[in-house]
């Protein structure tokens, strides 16, 4: 039987007001994946969070599932959300967004402060949407594993906007915008693809500029270096790289403990180029083979399981 979070963690996340999750908190807050409760929750700074002793109560701060927005009783999000895999947050013209995707076939773009759903699309269980990422001009792209394809809606023209550009990825898992070059980056099982945007809005255009063999196989998560804009930070089965587009170069990032470096769910340094590293990676026990509950730091080194939970990432509750 899937295990729930306590009763005293689902009070706390309707209690908790939504502007906690901007950052008030010493530090910056985190946010993870949880297939156990349907849920994204952000919870307290690393610092705090290496206090917790639990079972308690869970750290949570804000949290939002599918099974709880009205608006979106048409995308059957008891299917559609099934096993929620990824969290990101994003900040365009001063609102915050969370960008979330299920394996159910779930996209979605919702307004932190209001909770509300600013574009969602049920893509379908067999692709299994895998990320995502909001483009400046309001358009939406996501990569699908199972789909092998990076697509590009355009979200910009409603709330339910459907039409897309689809580019071939074989076992895409991630997908990146890039400001700084206005190139979309996406990881897929053994190669990362440079995508320039074109067309309008309306009607976008995607064309694969650079294609790089990937170091390792089965590339997971894909994630900017905050520490060093303009590098990448790339997970595969095998281990973890940063890449360099300028250089055209993965180099090796070695952990305290080699094993925290191979079969990497999700990979981020913290906001303020501290140099700390958090990593999800799973335990492979459980009902949950691709889940942990267990998010862990580096540099310095830390651990701390939220026990319930099946978590799949975990990302720092950034805004870049």
């Known amino acids: 039987m899937r295990r729930t979070l306590p009763a005293l963690c689902l009070a706390l996340l309707l209690c908790v007001p939504a ?180 067309g309008s809005p309306a009607a976008p255009a995607l064309t694969v500029v650079r294609s790089v063999p990937l170091p390792g196989p089965g590339g997971h998560d894909l994630a900017p270096v905050l520490a060093a804009p303009g590098l990448f930070w790339v997970s595969t089965l095998t281990g973890l790289w940063t890449y360099d587009p300028a250089a055209g170069r993965f180099t090796p990032v070695h952990l305290t403990e080699p094993a925290a470096e191979r079969d990497v769910k999700s990979i981020g340094d913290e906001p303020g180029r501290t140099g700390r590293l958090l990593t999800v990676t799973p335990e492979h026990t459980g009902p949950c083979d691709w889940c942990t509950t267990v998010i862990t730091l580096h540099r310095p080194e830390g651990t701390r399981a939220l026990r319930g939970t099946h978590l799949y990432k975990a990302r720092w509750w950034g805004g870049w």
């Open 19 to 198: 502007a906690r999750a901007y950052g008030r908190s010493p530090g910056w807050q985190v946010a993870v994946v949880d297939q156990a409760s349907r849920r994204v929750l952000v919870l307290q700074s690393a610092e705090e969070l290496m206090a917790y002793r639990g079972p308690d109560r869970l750290p949570v701060v804000w949290g939002w599932s599918a099974d709880r927005a009205p608006e979106l009783a048409d995308l059957a999000p008891a299917r559609s959300w099934t096993n929620p895999d990824e969290a990101k947050s994003r900040v365009r013209q001063g609102r915050r967004y969370l960008l979330t995707t299920a394996s159910g076939g779930l996209a979605a773009v919702v307004e932190v402060a209001t909770g509300r759903t600013r574009w969602a699309a049920d893509l379908g269980r067999s692709v299994n949407p895998h990320s995502i990422e909001l483009l400046p001009d309001g358009n939406v792209a996501v990569a699908a594993s199972a789909g092998g394809w990076v697509r590009l809606y355009a979200a910009s023209q409603g709330p339910r906007a459907t039409a897309f550009v689809e580019v071939p990825l074989a076992d895409a898992h991630g997908v990146h915008w890039d400001a700084r070059t206005g190139l979309l980056w996406a990881l897929g099982g053994s190669a990362l693809y440079a995508l320039r945007v074109g």
